[in-house]
């Protein structure tokens, strides 16, 4: 998915900005990541969830890979400097907006609200997802290095000041292009519904509390034993808390070698599942390393990425082998989607 480039205001007198109150999660400035650099050792990162982060620029009318902030899990205090339309897509989280301590008002997940100047957004916690996404009318105004606003906090670079955000910063908004914004008015849009295939609407039907993540087989998936093949498939797979942005941890059946395996470290990208000497997979996420030596049995379909990335620790989920063709089908399902959430914000 190759993005499109927001510009960057550098205006020293943009004073529209998003004051941060408090913080007590992992916040982030987020695009759609950073790429073209893999070559040099300098991994992606960007959004975890990089279709919510797209369906939220849709519905603001603002580039695809405008940038926005990205919080996992934990909750977030900012204040509005000025009249801004934002967001909220991704995991769902319980959030308020308010003017006075006396005036509350829940805002839901994925609807256009307008903000005041000096009104609080207050996201309480997330009650179902992982990642959640706050998208703003113009996007974050951060530089952009190598190409991207994203936020590299193991470097030290990308991002507000290339770490996470933290009470008392000032997180700068760019001024929304006017010929082309969209109406401050409240909407919404409904959530993206996978289609599945029938076979797979059959398995999602029989285990509905536990998302079904399409793969592809990976390079030496005929390296793993015909159980293990099937085991990838037929059994829940639980996150574990040790995930993060860089590889989530499963657990489960052991997946085991036809035979003991040396391989060279090689060039490894979001989505693939490397599977260590242990047997308990690896998929690798926004912050993978760019090489890795443990064999791959797989590798989550570009389309199932966000949802798999919106796991929470201790949720499980399972795998459904596809092929190429129905991975692309799976992608321009949701490229039509955010589609027609653009043409829906303009009208």
Known sequence: MQPQRSPTNTTATNTNALQIQAVNGLA??????????????????????????????????????AAAIELTLGGMTLTFS????????????EAYLSSTADDKQRVPNGWRIQARAGDTLTLVRAVQGMHGYLCVQGGIDVASVLGSASTNSKA???????RMLQAEDRVPIIAANHTNRTASQ?????PFVPNFCQALQQIAAEHPDTPLIRVLKNSEFDA????????FVTTPWKLTSSSNRMGYRLEGAALTLNAPLQMNSHGVDIGMIQVPPQGQPIVLMADTQTTGGYPKIASIIEADIG??????????CRFAYV???QAIAARAAYEHYLTQIRQYAKD
């Open 28 to 65: 982030s400035v987020q695009d759609l990541g950073r790429f073209g650099q893999r070559g040099r050792g300098i991994g992606i990162n960007g959004a975890m969830d990089a279709w919510a982060l797209r369906a939220g620029n849709a519905l603001l009318g603002n580039d695809n890979n």
């Open 82 to 93: 000025q009249d801004t339309v934002f967001c909220l897509t991704g995991a769902l989280f």
């Open 156 to 162: 030290g670079f990308g991002g507000y000041q290339g």
């Open 186 to 190: 409240p909407i919404g849009i409904a």
């Open 224 to 231: 793993f034993s015909p159980t293990a093949q099937q085991n």
């Open 307 to 316: 949802r798999f990335a919106q796991l929470r620790f201790g949720q499980a």
């Open 323 to 325: 092929d190429v063709a």
